[in-house]
């Protein structure tokens, strides 16, 4: 992901005054997610953007270790949580490839908006499955424009060198899918909200 921290630093800003684009989904998104933690749980949210998703989820698990490879976006979750008294969450600047955790470790990953704009999904998401206890959740929201949107490859790179655009995969929700599962993931939930975006819990074996 080297480079891809300063288009996100330069919209940071921007970004965290940027409204949910579907409320409604992103609510049930929450709602779902929740019916997996248990309040002594440990959380780890990678790609946690200004921080939002974490503060929504702290009242439900023990602590939520959340990171950005943007520092501008990391600054603004630290603000935010302090405004709202949260203090159980815990926010640090790092990328996917930098995370120093213990294999087995935590009971949930959340990747939110993360997997399409990683180098290589497949050592993501197996690093993913060495971190979590057996029985732990990973939770995905991930933009598949391999489905109805393949013009993108063409367009992706330009935007990239322009600065308009950070980088991004494509790949089809089935490639997605068995992504997870050959890592060793079982999916229990998958939902399609919108054309492009595919909502996945997926576990791992106790």
Same mark, same amino acid.
């Given at each position: 992901m080297a480079g891809s921290h300063r288009f996100w630093d330069r919209i940071a800003e921007r970004y965290a005054k940027k409204p949910v684009g579907d409320e409604a989904a992103y609510q049930r998104k929450l709602a779902v997610t929740r019916e997996h933690f248990r309040p002594d749980m440990t959380v780890l949210e990678i790609g946690c953007g200004t921080g *939002?998703?974490? $503060?929504?989820? /702290?009242?439900? #698990?023990?602590? $939520?270790? /959340?990171?950005?490879i943007s520092k501008n976006m990391i600054e603004i979750a630290t603000r935010k949580a302090a405004a709202a008294g949260v203090k159980n969450v815990t926010f640090e600047c790092c990328s996917v490839e930098e995370l120093d955790v213990a294999r087995e470790s935590v009971d949930a990953?959340? /990747?939110? *908006?993360?997997?399409? !704009? !990683?180098?290589d999904k497949e050592a993501a998401i197996a690093r993913i499955h060495d971190m979590l206890r057996p029985g732990? #959740? %990973? #939770? *995905?929201n991930t933009v598949c424009l391999g489905d109805n949107m393949r013009w993108f490859r063409f #367009? @992706?790179?330009?935007?990239?060198? !322009? @600065?308009? %655009?950070?980088l991004v995969r494509i790949f089809t929700r089935q490639e997605l899918e068995q992504s997870l599962t050959g890592a060793g993931f079982e999916i229990e939930h998958a939902w399609q909200p919108h054309k492009q975006v595919v909502f996945i819990i997926a576990s791992k074996a106790r």
């Open positions: *939002s998703t974490a $503060i929504a989820h /702290a009242p439900y #698990v023990a602590r $939520i270790r /959340a990171t950005d990953v959340l /990747a939110l *908006s993360l997997l399409h !704009l !990683l180098e732990g #959740v %990973f #939770v *995905s #367009v @992706g790179p330009l935007g990239r060198w !322009l @600065g308009v %655009f950070p």
